[in-house]
């Protein structure tokens, strides 16, 4: 039987603690179309772009000079973005033009992380590899298009291998590592990151969250109570994980830009 299975607790003839594992990232599609499954995260990365359109178009669209709530809130999440991640990295005479990007992708990143501590929804949707992917691959496409824009074929070669004459014998060395790592390494590992945290973060909870119900029988209660507070410890620390996620990803796409624009790396 399974942990989770409401019949099952500690001291159960028959009834053995399964932790959770890679089945429980693993969903049942929720309809099909032509051959084309449509699953739980697929649906809460679609719920994700409804509430991040809907809160900046809520925030934003009617704009006044004395701002209300909302829109203190949407102007404070969107300044922070500009100014404390893309100002940064990039100033802002070039900055300016990758806020509205940068700031996307930040809210979107973040609204899928959320997910995990909302009932009912309880899942990271970053926590499946191929919405970071897809999300590292699209940085990854404005990465190579302005190195090559601004430095030209040529310069572009140059920029993303390290060529410098004055290495001596070891620049092919240097260049292959360079090109591994601007090629290869950095978009992958820019997926991975986030999607290694809420993965590790998800099962945690889940962890701890099955073990409180497996454990309420007898005096397995007292290791319940143990259990359910650490559950509620990792809900918030999870909480404070996701939105660092964010800001990381964006960090990078924002440092990824500001290579490409910048003359040598």
Not at 58 to 78: S, T
Not at 92 to 111: A, I
Not at 217 to 224: F, L, T
Not at 256 to 263: P, S
């Amino acid at each position: 039987m399974l942990a989770f299975d409401t019949e099952c607790h500690l001291f159960i003839p028959g009834c053995g603690f399964e932790s959770p594992g890679l089945h429980s990232f693993v969903f049942k599609p929720l309809f099909t179309i032509n051959g084309f499954e449509f699953n739980k995260p697929m649906l809460l990365a679609l719920l994700s772009t409804v509430v991040v359109v809907w809160f900046f178009w809520a925030a934003f669209g009617r704009a006044k000079v004395v701002p209300g709530k909302l829109q203190m809130i949407g102007e404070a999440g969107y300044d922070f973005v500009r100014r404390g991640l893309v100002y940064d990295a990039l100033g802002k005479k070039e900055g300016d033009k990758y806020v509205p990007f940068m700031v996307s992708l930040f809210f979107f990143v973040w609204m899928m992380n959320i997910w995990s501590i909302i009932p009912v929804m309880a899942f990271p949707v970053t926590s499946v590899i191929a919405f970071p992917l897809g999300l590292a691959l699209v940085v990854y496409i404005l990465w190579m298009s302005l190195t090559f824009k601004k430095h030209g074929f040529v310069g572009a070669l140059k920029n993303l291998s390290g060529y410098d004459k004055s290495l001596g014998w070891v620049l092919p060395l240097i260049m292959v590592l360079e090109l591994l790592q601007h090629l290869l390494i950095r978009p992958f590992t820019h997926a991975v990151r986030l999607f290694a945290n809420m993965f590790a973060g998800h099962m945690l909870i889940l962890m701890f969250t099955i073990a409180s119900w497996y454990l309420l029988n007898g005096i397995g209660i007292v290791y319940a109570g143990a259990s359910f507070v650490m559950t509620l410890v990792m809900t918030a620390f999870e909480l404070f994980i996701q939105a660092v996620q964010a800001y990381v990803f964006v960090l990078l796409a924002c440092n990824y830009v500001q290579g490409a624009l910048a003359e040598n790396h």
